[in-house]
């Protein structure tokens, strides 16, 4: 089967009462392999260490879920956790502010945004006095590891702290404050930082926690906001957070298509008033009834003065005579539940924290864990504060293309896709060449943003765009048409598929589809779907033997809820179904919370492939998640019974637990519900939930639009590439593997692999990749469910060096 089969591990529950909500898997624990460094076994690691855990300066929606994952890794380890309640402020303060955690003390923690346990500027910890006072409180209790989560300026006071630890406790001894033997047992403070902040403004991490939520919370309100513009034909400037930093200004511009966008890192031209007026004219002659203008609250121009929301509102209204409306949206951006993303994020990067403490010598510089791609690394913290401030002085200075720089790739290359969709328009002189775009498979969220960014981005390059409407099948039926710049207008928020879709492949209908890819005159086809579009692609590159019209470049873009394309770790969509099962199964938790002794069985989809049980597990906190990966049988059925049993003995009487709808043809929901039901009997009692389709609709989330726009784009480039590569005395003729690419998102970048080497690494029969990447968070499901099993440490992130890392652009689109 899909991952081979496991040596089933033990999963009597862990020491501590029970589990929470939370955290995930429970079932069949495979035996992960120890790590390299020896026979160290993850559940002994913490035996005799305390950390302290504690959140800083401004709070961050999924700061508890890194809270939560620090206490519960930390209990598993062995080690004591406290929580320090009010950042800073409570370990100056000592007493009450310093706590134990257990295990259940974290429970329903998941889903709360802010930081249950506080958060407060502390102007005492900036003093030596303070400090010292700091010190000795974690000194008296034997802490010598704290994980700080919080900012750039949190983090730093952290390192302070860190250096003047040897003197600190010496002037502790002189006065008395702690005894020689204490000091001697904590001779040493281990630091490691999480970075959270809705800004997103900390170099050296793709995402801070926080950042996904915000972006929820500002989407929310752009849609809403859509709506009513279009009623009355207005044009609306929208402040966003963000301190210093254009990222949230910048995504939400590439997630809404918004006219036009204004960031700290690359201020407008001198004319920009000019520009600006004349853009918002264009798109209203283009038919358009509004006008989104975003703006970051630290916008400035090339002279470094502030660029306010009145004044361009102003400007507007003088000008153009619109009916204006500014909205500064505020600290709803901090508030709101968690979004998925940010929830698994910062629960691995907890896991992950913990083990960087747990590992630390007293040689290893305090390090922040991070994100890159989708891999957990560990860097250097001052390196990346470092950079973090050059960015600052970089603005300071007006050397805003080194601003832009060491922001970072990622950075850079959502402004490149923005410039190329917001600024340049069609050139007059047409390339000659024809591409054609389609959706194959079930819909899915974001496509339509796909489908935009490759029919505008095709136009820029001078391509006549054409939109296949219903998959193979009306490519066979002759269901295309030409499609323009002002077609896709406001498809970017759209769920579903536009251009319709179905699973249709197309070996059957060769003859019909080769004629009409004649007739139409197509060079070059984008497929924007799921495991249909890389099955229907492969037939095509077998049919070009027999079709010489079938010799034209191809490339899919992986679009499906299930994400079980091979060659891509995401898949446009999956993310917004992800959204749907956590905020459902949080609904149902509270629920279950309310009645007590209550377990409740919910059924995902995703065919044979386990993502989005996995995934949604770990982000709702469930008790197991069953998946056709992860072979399971009955004793583990029956395991999971138990653990849930001794479950509601403690304070959390209620239970989760989701099953992959096709991870095992016997046993099915029903007999799992029945099941549950017979065994905990007068225990707790079960209900089921089959969520269905309600997976595949709905809005898409910023990720799905922001991915779509960004891989739609990357299409259009590399295709036209081709089309000029296999372009002969004005005729086209691909036939080597790699002009037929699936464009996929492998760890840390985005890269086009030939369809027919992707046979090799699927399962065709199971329709899934053979290896993947999300199979190794299962271990952390189980930890945070309370499962006795062996953590794998072997491939945790060992420490990098950002410099030269952040300084090193992508190609451009």
């Known amino acids: 089967m899909g991952t081979g089969t496991s040596k089933k591990s033990s999963l009597e529950p862990v020491r501590s009462a029970e589990q929470v909500p939370q955290g995930t898997q429970t079932e069949t624990g495979r035996k992960m392999s120890p790590s390299p460094v020896g026979p160290r076994h993850s559940e002994t690691l913490g035996v005799g260490k305390a950390i302290a855990v504690l959140t800083s300066g401004g709070d961050a929606q999924g700061m508890n879920a890194a809270v939560r994952a620090v206490v519960r890794v930390g209990i598993y380890t062995g080690a004591r956790v406290f ?29 709360l945004g802010g930081t249950v346990i506080g958060s407060a500027r502390c102007q005492d910890f900036r003093t030596r006095e303070g400090r010292l006072r700091a010190a000795r409180n974690l000194v008296k209790r034997g802490i010598t590891n704290l994980c700080v989560i919080g900012g750039d300026g949190s983090l730093t006071g952290a390192d302070t702290f860190r250096a003047e630890w040897g003197g600190l406790l010496a002037d502790l001894v002189k006065t008395g404050g702690i005894t020689a033997e204490e000091a ?27 950042t996904d939520s915000a972006l929820h919370r500002i989407m929310e309100i752009v849609d809403a906001i859509t709506t009513t513009a279009q009623s009355h034909q207005r044009t609306f400037v929208l402040e966003v957070m963000g301190r210093h930093c254009g990222y949230l200004a910048l995504i939400t511009a590439l997630a809404c298509g918004a006219d036009w966008v204004f960031i700290p890192e690359s201020p407008p031209e001198d004319d920009w008033e000019e520009h600006l007026c004349r853009r918002l004219a264009e798109t209203r002659d283009g038919g358009s009834r509004l006008n989104i203008i975003i703006v970051a609250e630290g916008a400035i121009d090339k002279q470094g003065k502030p660029i306010t929301s009145d004044e361009i509102k102003a400007l507007v209204v003088k000008r153009l005579g619109y009916d204006t409306r500014v909205t500064i949206l505020g600290h709803v951006q901090r508030g709101g539940t968690p979004s998925a993303f940010d929830r698994i994020l910062a629960s691995r990067m907890g896991v992950e924290a913990v083990m960087a403490l747990l590992e630390a010598t007293p040689d290893t510089p305090a390090c922040v864990v991070s994100l890159s791609g989708n891999q957990a690394v560990r860097l250097p913290l001052m390196e990346c504060v470092q950079v973090t401030k050059d960015v600052t002085t970089a603005m300071n200075e007006g050397r805003f293309e080194d601003a832009l720089k060491l922001r970072g790739r990622s950075f850079q290359n959502n402004w490149n896709v923005y410039k190329l969709l917001a600024h ?31 029919v505008r981005i095709g136009l820029i390059h001078g391509h006549r765009m054409l939109a296949v409407h219903d998959g193979f099948e009306g490519l066979a039926f002759g269901m295309v048409e030409e499609i323009g710049w002002n077609t896709v207008g406001g498809w970017t928020g759209l769920g579903g598929s536009k251009l319709g879709t179905k699973r249709t492949l197309p070996k059957k209908y060769f003859e019909e589809i080769s004629t009409n890819i004649s007739k139409f005159g197509i060079h070059g086809l984008i497929i924007i779907g799921g495991f249909e579009a890389f099955v229907g692609g492969l037939e095509l590159v077998e049919g070009r033997a027999r079709f010489e019209e079938l010799c034209i470049p191809l490339c899919i873009v992986p679009a499906t809820v299930s994400n079980n394309v091979p060659g891509s770790d995401f898949s446009i969509g999956a993310d917004t179904s992800l959204n749907t099962i956590t ?57 999971n019974v138990d653990h849930l049993t001794e479950k509601m003995k403690t304070s959390v009487k209620r239970g989760l637990v989701l099953r992959n709808e096709r991870c095992n043809e016997n046993y099915t929901t029903d007999f799992i519900y029945n099941l549950y039901s017979e065994e905990g009997k007068g225990v707790f009692d079960c209900r089921k939930n089959v969520l269905g389709h309600m997976q595949q609709g709905g809005s898409p989330t910023p990720f799905d639009r922001n991915f779509g726009t960004k891989m739609g784009a990357k299409a259009v480039a590399w295709i036209t590439g081709k089309i000029k590569e296999c372009s002969r005395h004005g005729r086209i003729f691909a036939n080597t593997a790699d002009s037929a690419c699936l464009l996929g998102m492998r760890k840390r970048s985005l890269m086009f692999q030939p369809i027919t080497e992707l046979r090799q690494q699927t399962d065709f029969e199971h329709r899934i990749p053979k290896e993947q990447w999300w199979l190794k968070l299962r271990p952390i499901l189980k930890v945070l469910a309370k499962y006795n099993i062996e953590l794998d440490t072997s491939e945790t992130a060992h420490l990098e060096h950002l410099t030269r890392k952040v300084l090193v652009p992508e190609a451009t689109v």
């Not at 320090?84 to 007493?95: A, I, R």
Request: glycine content about 12%; aromatic content about 8%.
């Open 83 to 111: 929580y320090v309640y009010e950042g800073y402020q409570g370990l100056v303060d000592g007493g009450e502010h310093i706590k134990e955690a257990t295990w259940e003390s974290v429970s329903m923690m998941l889903q």
């Open 184 to 210: 001697q047992r904590s001779s040493h403070l281990n630091i490691v930082g999480m970075v959270g902040s809705i800004d997103n403004d900390f170099c050296g991490t793709d995402m801070t926690i926080g």
């Open 424 to 454: 340049i328009r069609p050139p007059a002189t047409k390339s000659g060449y024809t591409v054609a775009v389609m959706n194959v498979g079930a819909p899915a969220a974001g496509m339509n943003a796909a489908v935009r960014s490759t």
């Open 583 to 639: 905020n459902t199964c949080d609904l149902i938790k509270q629920s279950a919370a309310g009645t007590k002794r209550r377990v409740f069985i919910i059924e995902t989809m995703g065919g044979f492939c386990g993502y989005l049980a996995t995934m949604a597990g770990l982000a709702a906190g469930a008790d197991a998640a069953y998946i056709f990966e992860e072979p399971f049988s009955s004793r583990d059925l029956q395991a």
